[in-house]
């Protein structure tokens, strides 16, 4: 069973660019989450989305914005990048995002800001 | 938001010691789960324990609900190198949604 796969695994961008980043969960996963880790912050959560739509939130500015296709393929876009947002960030899929349930995270994107 | 806080945030030890730490927060949790995160990589559940005094074994890892409900705890023993890594704890919150906060790590290096 293929796990969680992100791409693209590195990104580098300037300041005031936007990036979009993919997010495929196991086959038969239909809730995926999003998180930005950074050395001082550590693992912060953004959204998760389930049946495309959004059902959590996080407490991350309106730059940072997701999506979720009828594949379950999940799309996270920040817009207008500041050096801050330069951080590895990791999408996690579940079964339906219930409270036992385990999550699974993808190996991340590295996006670094100049 | 909810804060935990994990200490140590780092730790450097020989191989064959254990290793204990720990994570606290003011507010209580239903779940707490550890997870283990390799370079490069997504973190990994190690252990999840839903039950506050609950104890949980996973090979040479150990882990504990405090029965207050605002801790717990992990221990490694006779570490090993692959044991190197960030540990995470994380907790669900007692009313909240299933989206856990995490600490923000202990990184482990394990010298042969």
């Known amino acids: ?114 | 938001g909810q804060q935990l806080n994990q200490s140590p945030q780092s730790m450097f030890i020989q191989e064959g010691e254990d290793v204990s730490m720990n994570c606290t927060s003011s507010s209580i949790f239903n779940t707490w789960l550890w997870y283990k995160q390799d370079p490069g990589e997504g973190p990994v559940l190690l252990i999840a324990l839903y039950k506050a005094g609950e104890l949980t074994s996973n090979g040479r890892l150990t882990a504990q609900f405090g029965i207050t409900r605002k801790d717990s705890f992990l221990n490694i023993s006779a570490s090993i190198p692959s044991d190197v890594g960030i540990y995470f704890c994380a907790g669900q919150l007692e009313g909240g949604s299933y989206i856990p906060t995490f600490g923000r790590g202990t990184s482990l290096i394990v010298h042969p």
């Open chain 1, 1 to 114: 069973k293929a796990g969680v796969t992100q791409t693209p695994r590195y990104l580098i961008k300037t300041r005031g660019q936007q990036v979009t980043l993919s997010c495929s969960p196991i086959s038969g996963h239909r809730s995926v989450s999003w998180y930005q880790q950074t050395p001082g912050q550590g693992l912060q959560f953004l959204f998760e989305y389930f049946s495309e739509t959004q059902r959590n939130k996080g407490n991350f500015p309106g730059r940072f914005s997701g999506r979720q296709f009828s594949n379950s393929r999940s799309e996270m876009n920040v817009s207008t990048l500041e050096l801050g947002d330069s951080a590895l960030y990791l999408c996690a899929s579940s079964r339906t995002g219930g409270w036992t349930e385990k999550l699974f995270f993808g190996s991340g994107t590295q996006l670094s800001v100049l």
